[in-house]
């Protein structure tokens, strides 16, 4: 074993090879030791060279230094099992042959003899008994585990709690705002389907008025086509009659029906108009009311009315109204009224001019009630005012 152990020794530091590096010349020698024996070199291109302790050859050394140097693995692999077998049978120093290993080298962590400390590689290296070693390892081990197991003293473990807690609180912040979400849209999509629902009802009544006012008249009317159709299928029947008498008296009764049939008064209602018009009511209260305020948006009571009622020129009772208004046409009209009705209650009898005038007036009346009502109606669901003060506006004689 002892010749064994020279053959592992270096022949630089005379000690078991530690890294040993192959140079080109064949010679192995410890990484440590090539590094004490480099020198500057201005002949080779790395800068650097050394000569072989043991044939003198010059070597370069490579730009990345010794580590380039091929590392002798059969050589270490040989040691590694050499330093087992001798570790577990043998307590004596591998590099001081004899030497007892009793001093524990503190720095290098490993069993040294005296040599070793005082011309080994472990000279001025700090030392201890190893039991005493072995005592202060053992009680700093002890103090580790607790550390480790005592969550309060980890660094790790308090800061995963406190991200944790963090990461739970912000997902709890963003449940409630996804709650909150979900309820808002949930009670917004419920007014606004309450509120279409209205809109659609209202429209749907609307059309039953519709086909109530037109219905009958169309009725009829398809009767008096039907009348029509059959009266010509009948003239041309009456027209392949070969009998002369035959043909003359249906002739008249076809003739008879047919001015009776002309004497038939067409319906010619007045074109009516729907009031107000969703689609303005959408684009002019709807697209400009804040999404906050849908409840507050007031549902338009819906109705017809004649197209001149509804034109913005300025005809018929519009253009009669607006003459009334005139100060000077009150004045003149005040003064003419109380000087017939003066007249009519001075004679006992009540003259035709004035009972002309007075059905001409109540023509005006009426006339002027309606244009007020389609105005005031156009005010209260253009401006959104509630119905209850639209009703306040004008007398009951107007709804």
């Given at each position: 074993?002892?010749?064994?152990?020279?053959?592992?020794?270096?022949?630089?530091?005379?000690?078991?090879?530690?890294?040993?590096?192959?140079?080109?010349?064949?010679?192995?020698?410890?990484?440590?030791?090539l590094?004490?024996?480099?020198?500057?070199?201005?002949?080779?291109?790395?800068?650097?060279?050394?000569?072989?302790?043991?044939?003198?050859?010059?070597?370069?050394?490579?730009?990345?230094?010794?580590?380039?140097?091929?590392l002798?693995?059969?050589?270490?692999?040989?040691?590694?099992?050499?330093?087992?077998?001798?570790?577990?049978?043998?307590?004596?120093?591998?590099?001081?042959?004899?030497?007892?290993?009793?001093?524990?080298?503190?720095?290098?962590?490993?069993?040294?003899?005296?040599?070793?400390?005082?011309?080994?590689?472990?000279?001025?290296?700090?030392?201890?008994?190893?039991?005493?070693?072995?005592?202060?390892?053992?009680?700093?081990?002890?103090?580790?585990?607790?550390?480790?197991?005592?969550?309060?003293?980890?660094?790790?473990?308090?800061?995963?709690?406190?991200?944790?807690?963090?990461?739970?609180q912000?997902?709890?912040?963003?449940?409630?705002?996804?709650?909150?979400?979900?309820?808002?849209?949930?009670e917004l999509?419920?007014?606004?389907?309450?509120?279409?629902?209205?809109?659609?009802?209202?429209?749907?009544?609307?059309?039953?008025?519709?086909?109530?006012?037109?219905?009958?008249?169309?009725?009829?009317?398809?009767?008096?086509?039907?009348?029509?159709?059959?009266?010509?299928?009948?003239?041309?029947?009456?027209?392949?009659?070969?009998?002369?008498?035959?043909?003359?008296?249906?002739?008249?009764?076809?003739?008879q029906?047919?001015?009776?049939?002309?004497?038939?008064?067409?319906?010619?209602?007045?074109?009516?108009?729907?009031?107000?018009?969703?689609?303005?009511?959408?684009?002019?209260?709807?697209?400009?009311?804040?999404?906050?305020?849908?409840?507050?948006?007031?549902?338009?009571?819906?109705?017809?009315?004649?197209?001149?009622?509804?034109?913005?020129?300025?005809?018929?009772?519009?253009?009669?109204?607006?003459?009334?208004?005139?100060?000077?046409?009150?004045?003149?009209?005040v003064?003419?009224?109380?000087?017939?009705?003066?007249?009519?209650?001075?004679?006992?009898?009540?003259?035709?001019?004035?009972?002309?005038?007075?059905?001409?007036?109540?023509?005006?009346?009426?006339?002027?009630?309606?244009?007020?009502?389609?105005?005031?109606?156009?005010?209260?669901?253009?401006?959104?005012?509630?119905?209850?003060?639209c009703r306040?506006?004008l007398?009951?004689?107007?709804?």
């Amino acid at each position: 074993m002892e010749r064994l152990a020279e053959e592992l020794t270096c022949a630089i530091c005379y000690d078991i090879f530690q890294e040993p590096r192959v140079l080109p010349c064949s010679h192995t020698f410890c990484q440590g030791c090539l590094q004490d024996l480099l020198q500057p070199s201005h002949e080779f291109p790395s800068g650097r060279h050394l000569r072989c302790p043991t044939c003198r050859a010059v070597v370069s050394v490579p730009a990345a230094r010794l580590e380039a140097l091929p590392l002798n693995f059969a050589l270490k692999a040989v040691i590694e099992k050499w330093q087992q077998e001798e570790g577990a049978g043998a307590g004596t120093c591998r590099a001081h042959p004899r030497q007892p290993l009793n001093i524990y080298c503190l720095q290098d962590r490993q069993l040294v003899c005296g040599q070793c400390l005082t011309i080994g590689k472990h000279h001025g290296h700090p030392i201890d008994d190893l039991q005493s070693a072995y005592r202060k390892a053992k009680e700093a081990s002890g103090k580790l585990l607790a550390e480790l197991t005592d969550k309060s003293h980890s660094k790790a473990f308090s800061c995963s709690e406190r991200l944790q807690q963090q990461k739970a609180q912000c997902q709890s912040a963003l449940q409630s705002d996804r709650e909150a979400v979900l309820q808002y849209f949930n009670e917004l999509g419920d007014a606004l389907e309450i509120k279409k629902a209205a809109l659609l009802s209202a429209l749907d009544e609307l059309d039953s008025c519709i086909s109530l006012k037109y219905d009958p008249l169309i009725e009829d009317v398809e009767k008096l086509k039907l009348e029509e159709i059959e009266l010509k299928e009948l003239l041309s029947a009456v027209e392949k009659e070969e009998s002369p008498l035959l043909f003359l008296r249906k002739l008249d009764g076809l003739q008879q029906r047919f001015h009776a049939l002309i004497q038939q008064q067409l319906p010619n209602p007045e074109p009516l108009e729907i009031h107000p018009r969703m689609e303005t009511l959408l684009q002019d209260t709807w697209s400009k009311t804040e999404i906050g305020q849908v409840n507050n948006i007031h549902i338009p009571e819906l109705y017809l009315t004649g197209k001149s009622h509804c034109s913005g020129k300025q005809t018929g009772a519009s253009a009669m109204w607006a003459a009334l208004r005139e100060p000077s046409f009150i004045l003149l009209f005040v003064s003419l009224v109380v000087s017939l009705w003066h007249t009519a209650i001075s004679s006992g009898t009540i003259p035709a001019p004035l009972k002309a005038l007075s059905e001409f007036l109540l023509q005006i009346y009426q006339d002027s009630c309606i244009y007020l009502w389609d105005r005031v109606q156009e005010l209260c669901y253009t401006s959104a005012l509630p119905r209850e003060l639209c009703r306040r506006i004008l007398p009951d004689d107007f709804y």
